[in-house]
Structure formats: C-alpha cells, structure tokens
C-alpha cells in the first residue's frame, strides 16, 4: 500500500509542476471521482479496512493540494522575477474631517509617559519623539550607582508601554528645531551618527506636548563638565559606579603612597538636594557594607563629604528632617560643609569659598558627582528665544499648561514652569464682580462670596490658608474689626487690595520632581479625552475678565508627600499634613511606595528582587 502511496503522490506532486495548472485539475477531479468510488463500499468493508483506506486516501489528498499549491507558488515566484519592483507609498487620509489630530509628544521621561498612559489614543493620532527609547524610574538612580539595583530594573521600553495603545508610532531621534508658526518639528535620528544631519526629518503636529526634561546645571563653573559626573541619566549612574571601583582599584596598586590613596577615595558630593544627599549615603553603604570586606587596608584613606551652599542639607524638606540628616551623616562618618560656594573643579582638587570667613579652601577628590540643580537643554532655551520668553529657565506656561505666546503647543516636567496669575493683576475685575449693587464697597457677604467664587481660578488663596492654618477666608484681613463688624465691614478698592497683596506672596514655583511631572502628564491627558465634550460644555472656572466659563479646570498640584534615603536602613519622610516621620520603619515605607510606583510589574519584580539579592548577598562591585 505505501508503495503505490508513494507513487501517487509522486505523481499527484510533480503534475503541477510539469504539466501547470490544466493537467493539476484534472489530477483534483480523477481523485474526486475514485474517492466518491471507494466511499460508497465502505459499507461492505470492515472497520479495520474502513480506517486503513481512509488514513490512505486522506494523505494522498494532503500531497495533491500541497503539490496544487506548492507549484502554483513557484510559477507565481518564476513570473513575479521578471517584473519590475514597484515602491509602496503609504498616503494619508486626504479627506480633512476623517483625520484624526496628530499629538507629538517629545520625550519619554515621567512627564511624558505619564501622559501616553493616561491618554485615550483612540481619539488622536499619536506620535512620540525621543532619543531615549525607555522609560527611567529616575528616583532610584542612586541606587544604581552603588549596585543596589541594576539598571535594567529601572527601566522599561516605551514600545512595550504604548503596545496596547491604539493610533501611537515611536521614532527615536532628537528634536533639533520647534517651528510653531508652521507647526513642524525638526528631528534628527540618534542612530546617524555617520553623516549627521544627512537624514533628518519634519514631522507636522496638530498639538505638541514638550516634555524633553532638563539637564544638569553648572552654573559656567570651570571644570565641572571635564572633572564631575552628573546624575540624570541612566547612563551617568553606570559611568560613577564604575568609576568608584576604579579608584579603590587604583588605591589598591602597591606603588601609590598614602597622600595618593587618599586623594584617590575622597568622594566628594556637591549639592545637598535630594540626590546628592541620597547618593552620598549609598556610597557609604556601599563602602562599609560591601568594599570594607574586599579592601580592608584601604578603609582607613576612605572620606566622603557633601558641599552645600545654603545653611543646611535637604533646605526643601521640613527642618526636623534636615537636623537629622545632618545628625546621621556627622554619626556616619559623612563630612558636611555648608555655606560653601565652589569656584573651580580642577583634576584633583576643589577650589571653594566659605561664606562665613571669605577665605578659599582647597578640598582633594578622587571623584565628583556634581548635584545642584537643573538648567535649560539648548533646543528649549531656543524654543525660548523664537517665542520672546528670553532670560528665562524653563518654558513659561499659564494654569493649563499652555506655553505663553504659542497656540496649541503644552510643556510640562522639568522643562517648564507655571506663572501663576496673581491676584493683584485682576483685583479691579474682582472687585467690579463681587460688588453687585455698584456701591463701591464690599461687604462681609460679598467678600466671601467673591473670594470663594475665585479660589479655583486663584489656587494661592487656598495655599495662603493652609500655610497659616485658617479656614475661614475672613481670616484674610488683618484685623476685620478695624472695617466694621458683621454684615457693617465695608472694604473700598484700596483696602480690598491690601488684604489680597499678601496671598499672592505665598506664590512659589513647583518643585522639579517627577511627582510634578507625573501629575501634570496625567491632568493634560483628561484634558484631551474631555476636549471635544469641553468645547461645548465647558467646566473650568469663570472668566475674571470676559464671559463664560474656562473650557479646563487648571491645574493644582497636590503634594503626596517626599522621602529622603539616608542609608543604614533608615529614611525620612515629609507626608501630607505636616507629618514627619524618621528611622527603620520609614526605610520600608519607602520600600513599598516605590515598589508599588515601577511602571510595570516587570520592573516591579526586578527592582524587589535587586533588593532581596543585595539583603542575601551583597551589592556587586564588579566592573563589567
């Protein structure tokens, strides 16, 4: 039987090959017609057989169809050689009212993926620009450079964050130019590096959302590019930890004498921020956790210090939280110098002046990690020049996030900056509305009224009463029995005036934080899943000047709290409500929060295992 199998299946095979696809139909209906005929006997035969010619003819059908198609692939194949290639033109929808609008977000840090996340992609055509094609969970960068956590943990894909979106495309290049007037944006790919500027590209937007972040600001010091690390980026954490290894390896060299091992592990920190604060007690852990047991001779030349300017360390935090800081750091070993300024970064010093004696102090280093503060990328501060916004840090945008003097175009994190309307500017306006019956004053009814019907559109009257703990917006004015009692105060324009001048006191610009960020990027993405809805109901607050309602309600950052590592398994946390909490139990608070912030459940599994191994087995001081 496997014989005559095989023949006929030669046969059935090679028809179509030879003959083409005449003879191969003909094959098709002669095997038809012999199996109708073997079908109708079945009933004749027993089961065993039934089963054996089924099995037979099954195959044999199988071969025929894939010799029918096999061959009618390589006769398409032999014919499609012959014909001239063609180019494949993908063209937009040229009927305006089926296209959807373009969003062009450039950049991919917390800011903007915050916003891609929150996004309803389906009602825009999304594009996102970055040189960078992850995502870094930038709070835990210090823990890279010490090896408690890899710096894969840390990261994620944006092609992998945007997988399940719909309408979102993904190009990694650098912005080169912002042209709002024509609304196009000039790209550069990251991987020409060959012939620079030999592929560069326009995209066209209908909305632009600028969310590229910041970089390290050095204040034009002399050799703070040549001589210090920074720490922004994932690629600077894996610089400074290898470069840390590098010095207790060279320390270690038999030839070096004491003075040059101990310039060598002098790790110096100047900034007393947050990261500067929170890498100077990785490192110590780093070193007398892990290194003391692979470099006990060199423990004795070890010496780690931080430079700051002002009067205390962590000056953003609340001043319980910096005493103990500094308390900790003085038990740890940690050198502070405060109310220094530094002049000059040279090879193998620093050159600083102390405020207090006007005298210059030469510190030595064996590494710099430079952390104070955050200065304009070039594309924006010429962003910033085309606009008129000259002399500024970051990009100036209104309650909505809207860059002042362009239309359409947002920018938010790092890169931008909030000008809060003050009060004074619209006090004529305010006072016009809540004086109803034109008598040119107000009353204790139409005060409070006023003022609670502008609390939304002015958030500073809400900061101004928490931070003096009032609850009533009477409380405003100094003394409000010096313009009457009850429903008798009568306050005239000037006076309405002076009680509100010391609101708009208490304006301060936002933090550059990635929680900052993070809200801004979530409060823009609601913004444009409400537009169209927006556009016809709006909801945000009244106009002071003008008709009608906002079309958004602006946006109000809400303090969720910050922590500050200080290594030693201990931690100090400002929370929301003026709690302030220190020590082990704050440390795993932080554990938490921040395992449960990773943007994935990869990076969530990676990053608590990093931690688990470093409890087990130690950081890994390697250099790979």
Known sequence: MFSVLSRSARRVFLSPLVAGSSQSHQVCKTLKNTWNTQWSRRSHESPWERDVQFRYYFILAITAMSGYFGGSCVLYADASSNASPTAVTIKECSNPVDRKKRILVLGSGWAGVSFLKSLDCTLYDVHIISPRNFFVFTPLLPSVTAGTVEARSITESIRKIVLKKQNVKYS??????????????LCRPVADYLEPGKNDFEVEYDYLVIAVGAQANTFNTPGVEKYCHFLKEIEDAEKIRESIVD????????????EERSQL???VTVGGGPTGVEFAAELHDLV????CKLYPDLMPFVNIVVIQSGDHILNTFDQRISHFAEQKFQRDGIEVKTGCRVLEIQQNAIIMKEKSTGKKVEVPHGMVVWSTGIGTRPVIAQFMNQIGQHDRRALVTDEWLRVKGCENVYALGDCATIEQRKLLEDVAYIFTLADKDNSGNLTATEFKEALDSIRERYPQIDLYLKRQHMKDVMKILDDP?????????????????KALSKVDAQMKALPATAQVAAQQGEYLSRCFNRRKKCEVEPEGPLRVRGDGRHQFHPFVYKHLGQFAPLGGEQAAAELPGDWVSVGRSTQWLWYSVYASKQVSWRTRALVIFDWSKRFIFGRDSSRM
């Open 172 to 185: 990694q290049a650098n912005c080169m130019n912002i042209d709002s007037v024509n609304r196009k944006v």
């Open 247 to 258: 010095c207790f390896e060279l320390a270690a060299l038999p030839y070096l004498t004491k």
């Open 265 to 267: 592990l002098h790790f």
């Open 288 to 291: 007398y956790e892990d290194l």
């Open 481 to 497: 029995q010096t313009y009457g009692e009850g429903e008798r105060i009568l306050l005239d324009v000037e006076q309405f005036k």
